[in-house]
């Protein structure tokens, strides 16, 4: 089993509709979360970061950690085709630099 | 900044072939990383680097797989010989440490290879 499983997708849906996008880890020791966009034939691109439980906002994304349930969501309001991407997620242990571990990704696309 | 440089783009080439993937970081980081990207298997760490120094070769493979960075500035993966199954989009990353540094990894384009 993997460390890390991420919902597969893949998503589609309407502009202006709100997507959840969701993975989940085994290892208690994670406690850096991190969401990266990729879009296609590209490499990925940090998206937010959270430190440890609780919820983090930046414009339509909002990110949350549930350590207790091992469960993170990204949530995206008012989603736009510009936001069409594969999403993965990524966990590390240590701060500041190391090893981080992704989920598999989820690719969404967002219709006009 | 250029941002992280990986060439060639795509990479073309037969059973047996020897290829190698080569990567320049972002000046100032000092961590590098090595990730092969597959439908079947997602982003996976291959082999990281600090300060030029191998730190978790873990998840190279096999012996087939061999990477080396003998400055701040260069990094290449090599394969020897090349199989079919090693298919893949290879990512290099960079990233700075520090205790103000979130450990955000910036990667390159990718490089798509193609073994036949």
């Known amino acids: 089993q993997k460390e890390v499983e991420q919902d597969p997708g893949p998503l589609s849906v309407p502009e202006g509709a709100i997507v959840s996008l969701n993975c989940t880890y085994s290892n208690s020791a994670f406690q850096y979360f991190m969401w990266y966009r990729q879009y296609s034939r590209k490499g990925p691109e940090l998206l937010m970061y959270t430190y440890s439980s609780g919820n983090k906002e930046d414009g339509r994304f909002t990110a949350q950690v549930d350590k207790s349930s091992k469960y993170i969501s990204l949530f995206i309001r008012d989603s736009q085709p510009s936001d069409s991407a594969t999403y993965l997620c990524?966990?590390?242990?240590?701060?500041?630099?190391?090893?981080?571990?992704f989920g598999d990704g989820t690719t969404l696309t967002v219709k006009p | 900044d250029a941002g992280v440089i990986q060439s060639p783009r795509h990479e073309v080439t037969e059973m047996g072939q020897e290829v190698t993937l080569r990567c320049k970081p972002i000046?100032?980081?000092?961590?590098l990383f090595w990730y092969r990207q597959t439908m079947m298997r997602g982003l996976e760490l291959l082999i990281y680097?600090?300060?030029?120094?191998?730190?978790?070769d873990s998840g190279m493979p096999e012996d087939r797989f061999s990477a080396k960075m003998p400055n701040a500035s260069f990094s290449t993966l090599k394969i020897q010989p090349s199989e079919p199954r090693d298919s893949a989009v290879y990512f290099c990353a960079s990233s700075p440490s520090g205790a103000y540094n979130t450990g955000e990894l910036f990667f390159g384009e990718g490089s798509r290879l193609t073994v036949l």
């Open positions: 000046s100032g980081h000092d961590y």
């Open positions: 990524a966990m590390r242990r240590n701060t500041n630099a190391g090893k981080s571990t």
């Open positions: 680097f600090n300060n030029n120094v191998p730190i978790d």
